[in-house]
């Protein structure tokens, strides 16, 4: 499995962006959750968002919830991330990752995704 993000860029705070991540190596999306973490500088990795497989459950981090949206296209083997209202501090490397979490908990954890993308900056000024 392959995973290309597009979309980042520099924005001003209050600004909206748009991540696409598209998945390829395997024909049929059943059964991946893919989802988002990002890295800033000097800072760990975390837990964006994720919606699971069929699209019928998401989940959001504190951070972003009410101001990020994700969602999937199973038969274009996408998941987009539409980010609003962005802040300084959302400014990151966002990765796209797919995986099979084993419950509702674990799509927040990284150790579920065995495929991570290359990333794309998302730079906020203020």
């Known amino acids: 499995v392959q995973l290309v993000e597009s979309g980042g860029g520099l924005v001003q705070a209050g600004d909206s962006l748009r991540l696409s991540c598209v998945r390829s190596g395997r024909t049929s999306s059943s059964g991946y959750a893919m989802g988002w973490f990002r890295q800033a500088p000097g800072k760990e990795r975390e837990f964006v968002a994720a919606i699971n497989w069929s699209g019928s459950s998401t989940y959001y981090s504190d951070s972003v919830k009410g101001r990020f949206t994700i969602s999937r296209e199973n038969g274009k083997n996408t998941v987009s991330l539409q980010l609003r209202t962005l802040k300084p501090e959302d400014t990151a490397v966002y990765y796209c990752?797919?995986?099979?979490?084993?419950?509702?908990?674990?799509?927040?954890?990284?150790?579920?995704?065995?495929?991570w993308g290359q990333g794309t900056q998302v730079t906020v000024s203020p």
């Open positions: 990752v797919a995986g099979r979490p084993w419950s509702s908990d674990d799509h927040y954890l990284h150790q579920s995704y065995d495929y």
